[in-house]
């Protein structure tokens, strides 16, 4: 966390990766900060805008093709988010966010050079992957059960730098068997839902790693309640 | 082509779809609205062009407001003599070809056409005038991207000329696609969602707004000079003249709906002074804007079926408890992550109940939101809770089904 006692939120070009409600992993951070007495600040970044690189959290939503190549060539131009992760701050991409931090994507049928802020490949599956998705988080994370909705064309391929976030039960993920990628304190998922909004103690550990404090408990009963539901939907034992 | 003149396997595919139609009623299935056209169109693939030949056709198709635009359009030009419709929502082919078929012969068509069947519809029915009333996302596990869409609507309009457009200036996306048109008139319908069209489909910059006027910092596209606009009670028409408008449909956003439908009718020749009093015939819509009183509460149904629908709704609702049902059943999309698209704040300070198959997702949707409110697991336990008095009912499609259904399919 920076020397100042705030906590700096950065959400990455809206205006190109905003699409599934992908706002909501920003205001359940957001919230979740505040509930443990946390002053927060939200920057929002346009992508005509340099990107802050004291921020705390940078998060990266999902988008159409045109955007996400867009989102990358500009990101790549600008450097922030290097060097902010670099410095150690905490990102978060979901979608094509997330294809976009590894080595290359394809987007409009070509491929296009990503961030490579994780040991990762992403190239067009055989269908598209719509549907819940559940599985069980690397144990290394510490973290209950995975539950989401996935919308994506993409396969995910992770080098040996990257660790998969999840070993999935249900649904198609990177590759039909794990799902998202983490290293450091870069996580990447294909997961909506919001990601956040269904796994809430995902987004205390992005807090823990911003912080380096362990969250307070605070009153889940509503996310505990759509988490139970969600599961038991897709028959997760 | 009046019924006489149908080649004779469509006269076939006609009869057995009214046939089909008026068995499904009977047999409590349906409104067999879509089942006699099915059928038909098996028997006759050219059904639905050679049942729209000779008639004078309105499409109209949009995200949000077909139905009731369609409605409208249609009280609209009643003056000027029959008009087939397809009132009840069935939007794609079959319900179009179903809807010309029971009409029997008329003068006149107003079809409200899926957004994803403009082409195909157009292609096959000819029309003379077409409404393109907005774009944004809905649906977003099933539905084309916006921009895909007006990509698509675009290179249809193109392709027909002599098609005449009315079309919403207020919708950069809806703009673009009309722009390849021969002639257009716009309306100035207004678009208090604006999370769809903040990138330039023509050259990918940002759209820039200032009140009514937007347009491109990239290229020339930019907010049209409108011939109709929307004024507090009325409608302006391209003479600059003000007209009072008595709807029993409440918001702003269908007195835009009734600014497009008077457009399209006056491209028909219907004139405005006559159409107007008709308007006021539309009163609900399959159950939409509905009001039913039970147990001493007036119940008002909204039907909000993505996130700009969900704004659109919350700008109805009088300052009343209310009750908001989500479900994620087929018709309405699997995915619930539109809740965090759209900002829940207006209800705060109203008693607000929630059930519906995703309650839970619209809980966790809530608490973050600060918006308070209760959770109850049947529309009669919501009833129970609230007092006396107005109550509104806010739900996308199947929760809008089931609450329907035990108000006794209300209409």
Same mark, same amino acid.
């Given at each position: ?60 939503? @999902? ?16 450097? @922030? ?6 410095? @150690? ?33 992403s190239d067009r599956g055989p269908s598209r992957a719509v549907g819940e998705l559940a599985g ?5 994370? @510490? ?95 | ?48 062009? *050679? ?116 079309? *919403? ?31 330039? #489909? ?35 028409? #391209? ?10 449909? #409440?918001?702003?956003?269908n007195l835009a709906n009734a600014a497009t439908a008077l457009a399209i009718a006056t491209c ?62 087929? #018709? ?36 973050? *939101? ?42």
């Open positions: 966390m920076s020397t100042e006692s705030r906590l700096r939120i950065v959400w990455i070009y809206p205006d190109l990766l905003s699409t599934y409600g992908d706002r909501g992993n920003l205001l359940i951070i957001e919230r979740r900060a505040a509930l443990r007495g946390f002053a927060v600040e939200c920057i929002e970044v346009r992508s005509d805008q340099s990107l802050p690189e004291h921020g705390d959290i940078y998060l990266l939503g @999902g988008g159409e093709d045109g955007p996400q190549a867009l989102a990358a060539q500009r990101l790549r131009a600008d450097g @922030g988010l290097h060097r902010a992760v670099v410095r @150690g701050a905490v990102a978060f991409a979901v979608c094509a966010g997330y294809q976009l931090l590894g080595e290359s994507f394809f987007a409009k049928g070509a491929q296009y050079p990503g961030l490579h802020l994780l040991d990762l490949k069980e988080v690397n144990p290394a994370l @510490g973290l209950p059960p995975l539950t989401g909705f996935e919308n994506h064309g993409g396969r995910t391929h992770l080098g040996p730098e990257a660790h998969p976030l999840a070993e999935i039960t249900t649904g198609i993920g990177n590759n039909g068997t794990d799902e998202g990628a983490w290293r450091g304190r870069v996580l990447g998922t294909y997961l909506h839902g919001p990601a956040l909004a269904r796994n809430p103690a995902l987004s205390d550990l992005l807090l823990l790693w911003a912080t380096g404090v362990t969250p307070t408990p605070i009153n889940d009963t509503w996310p505990e309640r759509l988490r139970r539901e969600r599961l038991a939907a897709v028959g997760f034992r | 082509m009046t019924a006489k003149g149908l080649p004779l396997r469509s006269k076939l595919a006609t009869s057995l779809s009214r046939s089909a139609a008026a068995l499904s009623r009977a047999a409590g299935r349906g409104d067999g609205s879509v089942i006699g056209g099915r059928i038909g169109l098996i028997i006759d693939p050219e059904l639905l062009a *050679n049942l729209a030949a000779g008639r004078d056709i309105a499409l109209i198709s949009g995200t949000n407001g077909k139905t009731t635009t369609t409605r409208l359009t249609t009280a609209a030009m009643s003056i000027l003599g029959r008009v087939a419709t397809n009132g009840l929502g069935a939007n794609m082919p079959t319900g179009h070809a179903s809807a010309l078929a029971k009409a029997g012969t008329t003068r006149y068509a107003v079809l409200e056409v899926d957004e994803h069947y403009l082409d195909q519809v157009l292609t096959a029915t000819r029309p003379r005038v077409v409404g393109l009333l907005n774009l944004s996302r809905d649906q977003l596990d099933r539905a084309k991207e916006v921009a895909m869409m007006a990509d698509l609507w675009r290179t249809t309009i193109e392709a027909h000329p002599e098609v005449h457009i009315v079309a *919403n200036a207020d919708d950069p996306m809806v703009t673009w696609a009309a722009a390849t048109a021969k002639s257009v008139t716009w309306v100035a319908a207004g678009q208090r969602w604006h999370d769809d069209s903040w990138v330039c #489909p023509e050259c990918g910059a940002r759209i820039e707004r200032d009140g009514d006027r937007w347009w491109c910092n990239g290229c020339s596209l930019s907010r049209p000079t409108p011939q109709w606009a929307v004024a507090s009670g009325g409608v302006i028409d #391209p003479s600059g003249t003000y007209r009072d408008v008595r709807l029993q449909l #409440p918001g702003r956003v028909f020749g219907a004139p405005i002074i006559h159409a107007l009093p008709r308007l006021a015939d539309v009163t609900s819509i399959a159950g939409r804007y509905a009001t039913v009183v039970r147990d001493e509460r007036t119940i008002r149904l909204l039907l909000a079926k993505n996130p700009a629908g969900w704004l659109e709704a919350f700008d109805m609702a009088e300052q009343a408890p209310t009750l908001l049902s989500i479900n994620a059943r087929d #018709p309405d999309g699997l995915d619930t992550s539109w809740l965090y698209d759209v900002d829940f704040s207006p209800l705060r300070g109203r008693r607000v109940l929630i059930t519906g198959d995703r309650a839970m997702d619209l809980a966790v949707r809530l608490e973050v *939101n600060g918006v308070p409110f209760d959770h109850v697991t049947s529309f009669g336990q919501a009833l129970a809770a609230v007092p006396p008095g107005w109550f509104e009912v806010i739900a996308n499609y199947t929760a809008f089904q089931d609450i329907r259904a035990e108000l006794d399919r209300v209409n």
